[in-house]
């Protein structure tokens, strides 16, 4: 029995020898996507390289956006993240130049990886995986890829690389980093000078304007109106524009002082403007009205007007709450 242990030690050497193989396999494959990945990220793959980067044994992990930019695929949603998945590759490469978070991600686009699609049995686009490793300290049980869910729409760089994060415990997650739009900043700084021009050239026209009192009452009392009839309410709320009645027809008021809708708060608005105009040419323009006979037929007039409105006002607090006890005529 003395020759077992050295027949088991015989047997164990090709066993050894085969993991030290495949562990350096993976090391080298690494290093070699890495190094383009330094350059350009994300990589560009085939159906080759995309085997290759993707073959357990792996002790790293891929990111691989399966995408169809080409136009006659008519995807979207492909060409709307594209540019949302190469600032994320390009921050991740910038961020991760020595590899510490051993994380590689590529795009294979269906015009190169047809086979890949068709042996994952891909039939929409795009779709993100994350293959885990298999060996070393992050390995995971499971050899499956992870799949980022696009039910959403296009996600932005920082929700994938939130969602690359929380994949990746224990390793550096580079911050996304977005360069700089320098034609924006010259276009925005032209447009705010060419402003400036405009208005220094019209200042004098401009300043009598903003001096002029009748301009500030009148854009204060449009303020006025807006926020005393609801329109903060609506915004906050989310109110619908009307709602039915429950026979066919349309309600534009809504019952009780809690709850209200859009074009409620639009007819209310145009009440309290002719109540407010009404107001104003009694008390301003009717007094310095010269001819007695006119100014005797304006106040009359904004009298009628002021009582109509005032009435409807009325009725529409009654249709509000069936307890309101005021009214006027003619709306009783």
Known sequence: MRWLPTLLSIAALPLGSFAAKSSSSSADRFQTFHTQAVSSSP?????????KLTSAPRDYSVG???????????????????????VLGKSWAKGDKKGESRLILSTLDFSEGRETFMSLGL??????????????PHAVSSPEPLRFDFANGPPSADLVHDWLARHLPDRP????????????????TVS????????????????????????????????????????????IRKVPYVAGDGRGGISYFAGGFQSQYGLE????????????????????????????????????????????????????FRVKNGGYPFKLPPFM
């Open 43 to 51: 990589l560009k793959l085939s159906d080759a390289t995309y085997k």
């Open 173 to 188: 997650h580079p911050p996304v980093y977005r360069p700089v739009n320098y034609t924006r900043w010259v276009v925005t």
């Open 123 to 136: 039939q929409t686009a795009p779709v993100l995986l994350l293959f885990q490793p298999t060996t070393g």
């Open 265 to 316: 708060t639009q007819i209310i608005a145009f009440i309290y403007g002719v109540l407010s105009f009404a107001t104003i040419s009694l008390a301003m323009k009717a007094p310095r009205t010269k001819d007695s006979h006119l100014q005797q037929v304006m106040v009359i007039a904004w009298g009628i007007v002021l009582t109509v409105m005032y009435s409807y006002l009325l009725s529409v």
């Open 64 to 86: 691989v956006l399966l995408t169809a930019l080409d136009a006659k695929y008519g995807c979207q949603l492909c060409t709307a993240f594209q540019p949302e998945w190469e």
């Open 192 to 235: 705010l000078l060419g402003a400036l021009g405009i208005v220094i050239k019209l200042w004098p026209y401009i300043l009598p304007v903003l001096q002029n009192r009748n301009v500030w009452a009148g854009l204060s009392l449009i303020c006025i109106l807006l926020f005393t009839s609801g329109h903060m309410y609506n915004q």
